[in-house]
């Protein structure tokens, strides 16, 4: 079945670092694939999507490109934020039955970044 | 802005209680979702409603959840009797439903369940 792999946290970065967060899946088709964030005793928020290959979601600084050719859609940021300090989840969105699509979420990666 | 309204917040209950919770999406929302959140993990499906018909409860532990969507607004998740398993948070979520795979959906606060 459909799945999304996460690279293992705990990050910790100090602030104006750069970030990586990998992320690759597995899908049959061509899945939209989605970062998701999480700040303590929150629900998630959308960070950005990608709906198709070699498009790039970006918002708030952070940046990720649909890699067809190596499954991928790793999130990237120039220069993090003591204020970015979250759990960050890679999501994709898989066809259940016809015309019917649900999310596969990773396991999530929690990011500190210390001032 | 519109949100995904969920409660109660927190719910602190023992074992073999009944508990519910209840979810109001965004207005105009056609498709409606819970998940279990464990923590340390992802979000887990546990069913999703297209309007008030189930499309997916097939994570759904039937024998003790059970969840219902009468006229396809809010809804509510129960659970009868709790385990201490159950610990968890449960998020519900929403979207228009209208465009597939490119779905974008919203998600409520959640509501922290710990069973003692």
Known sequence: GDSVTQMEGPVTLSEEAFLTINCTYTATGYPSLFWYVQYPGEG?????????????????????????????????????????SAV??????GLITSGTYKYIFGTGTRLKVLA | EAEVAQSPRYKITEKSQAVAFWCDPISGHATLYWYRQILGQGPELLVQFQDESVVDDSQLPKDRF??????????????????????AMYLCASSTGGTGEFDTQYFGPGTRLTVL
């Open chain 1, 44 to 84: 998630l928020q959308l960070l950005l999507k990608a709906t198709k290959a070699d498009d790039k979601g970006s918002n708030k600084g952070f940046e990720a490109t649909y890699r067809k050719e190596t499954t991928s859609f790793h999130l990237e940021k120039g220069s993090v934020q003591v204020s970015d």
């Open chain 1, 88 to 93: 960050y989840f890679c999501a994709l969105s």
């Open chain 2, 66 to 87: 059970s969840a219902e969507r009468l006229k396809g607004v809010d809804s509510t998740l129960k659970i009868q009797p709790a385990e201490l398993g159950d610990s």
